[in-house]
Nanobody, 128 residues
Framework: QVQLVESGGGLVQFGGSLRLSCAAS????????IGWFRQAPGKEREGVSC????????YYADSVKGRFTISRDNVKNTVYLQMNRLKPEDTAVYYC?????????????????????WGQGTQVTVSS
């Protein structure tokens, strides 16, 4: 059974750091692209970062470039999102997701509805 479980969220001050984890079970995550998304209250879910399966290419939203880093540990079957220099506008529920229909696909799916499995989310709150 495919499952994604996020952890690592919390309350942090402006300028602080957090590392989110996305632990996968039921599948080998380096065969599929893994994306991080976030959703703030009253806003649509938006893509934050993604790591492709084929060559580990990483992608970032402009709003987080230079501050966030996505990485993958194939031994632990886990993807991480290191978030530095956090801002209040980063406050949201963060989700990881995968598209199990595209094994070893190039690049990353861009649209939310291209991902078929999602974690339950982890809350990140950045105080000013």
């Amino acid at each position: 059974q495919v499952q994604l479980v996020e952890s690592g969220g919390g309350l942090v001050q402006f300028g602080g750091s957090l590392r989110l984890s996305c632990a996968a079970s039921g599948f080998t995550l380096d065969r599929y692209a893994i994306g991080w998304f976030r959703q703030a209250p009253g806003k649509e879910r938006e893509g934050v970062s993604c790591i492709s399966s084929s060559d580990g290419t990483t992608y970032y939203a402009d709003s987080v470039k230079g501050r966030f880093t996505i990485s993958r540990d194939n031994v632990k079957n886990t993807v991480y999102l290191q978030m530095n220099r956090l801002k209040p506008e980063d406050t949201a529920v963060y989700y990881c997701a995968t598209d199990t229909r595209r094994q070893y696909g190039s690049g990353c799916p861009e649209a939310v509805d291209e991902y078929d499995y999602w974690g339950q989310g982890t809350q990140v709150t950045v105080s000013s």
